[in-house]
């Protein structure tokens, strides 16, 4: 018996992905609602590679009865409209940052703490984390087990469509704009994306770090261990799709390159490509269309105390959102709701 579920702004970039990624893991479905503002009703989306469905509003559909949600609709829309649907018995996944830091909202990652999904049962939601901490707590993960993490410090570099659909086209506009030798306007980004790089995603907080910098720190704890400090530094780069991240760990333990390097190539959902020759590392153009989270350039800090650096790399839609709210509802089928 299949499980009805709901996708929540499924004609956004991530929402499109949460139903290609439902088709292409063969997750047992009974049927599929596709959700959107109403603007957006009657426009049809692909659901796999043979099924089309018609846009249905969100604000007037009736959740009793569904059993998964799976939404990415914008904070405040979320804000408005999980509680409303698991209050209706539909257990949530939302891809939004409005319940990430709700103590009594799981932010989960399943190759990191499958065992928090049990805690949907307080709100029944389940909050998806941000793309960027996605990636890295799911390789840092193995390190943190075997040598126990002290500090971490990421610069990352973030592709445009974590901005949305208006970003990739602005990138698009802009490049070709510089081509042609017209003038270059921004409009979603604060400075010109095309050919540059911009330190500045989201707000700016009393600190001086951005809220995508807070993000990393804050969510890192909750996943993986409170006692885990993270310095981010996060730029956003003239890349269409995937998030490639720097990363220096400093851990308690002496840390032994070739122990991190195996325990990292057994990880669930890691894949280590780290040659040191031309093309031996992962870049975000491999990295577009794939499941995993790609680790390269593994190799000791000599500068500080058991330290280790890495690149890793994944694409922010699938792995960074899409593919991970569905795992997140592969474990709710399996050990929870069970039909």
């Not at 991240?245 to 070739?258: C, T, Y």
């Not at 590392?281 to 190799?299: H, Q």
């Not at 694409?315 to 795992?327: F, I, M, S």
Request: charged fraction near 25%; aromatic fraction near 6%.
């Amino acid at each position: 018996m299949g499980y009805k579920v709901a996708v929540i702004g499924a004609t956004g970039n991530v929402g499109r992905e949460m139903l290609q990624t439902l088709a292409d893991r063969q997750f047992p479905v009974s049927e599929v609602a596709a959700l959107a503002s109403s603007r957006s009703v009657g426009r049809e989306v692909s659901f796999g590679d043979d099924k089309i469905l018609k846009v249905q509003d969100l604000e007037t559909f009736d959740f009793t009865g569904w059993d998964i949600a799976l939404s990415s609709p914008g904070a405040k829309v979320s804000a408005q409209h999980s509680p409303r649907a698991a209050a209706a018995g539909c257990v949530v996944v939302d891809n939004t940052s409005h319940f990430r830091m709700d103590p009594d909202v799981p932010l989960v990652v399943p190759e990191v703490n499958p065992g928090a999904i049990a805690g949907y049962k307080k709100k029944g939601i389940i909050a998806n984390p941000n793309c960027s901490t996605i990636q890295m707590v799911v390789a840092l993960k193995p390190l943190h087990d075997l040598f126990r993490i002290k500090r971490v410090v990421v610069a990352t570099y973030q592709s445009v469509s974590g901005a949305g659909k208006e970003a990739m086209d602005e990138l698009f506009n802009q490049t070709r704009a510089i081509y042609v030798n017209d003038p270059v306007k921004p409009e979603r980004f604060t400075k010109q994306i095309a050919f540059n790089c911009i330190p500045h995603i989201d707000v700016f907080m009393d600190d001086g770090a951005t809220k995508e910098e807070w993000k990393m720190a804050v969510e890192t704890r909750k996943i993986l261990d409170p006692d885990v400090a993270v310095h981010a530094t996060c730029v956003r780069v003239p890349v269409f799709v995937s998030h490639a991240e720097a990363v220096n760990v400093e851990f308690e333990k002496p840390v032994d390159e070739a122990r991190a390097r195996e325990a990292l190539s057994h990880a669930p959902g890691v894949v280590v490509v780290d040659h040191r020759a031309n093309e031996g590392y992962v870049t975000p153009v491999e990295a577009t269309g794939e499941d995993a989270v790609y680790v390269s350039r593994i190799r000791r800090d000599p500068t500080i105390k058991n330290g280790l650096s890495f690149w890793c790399v994944a694409d922010n839609l699938r792995k960074g959102a899409a593919l991970n709210a569905v795992q997140i509802a592969e474990v709710l089928a399996k050990d929870y709701l069970k039909k």
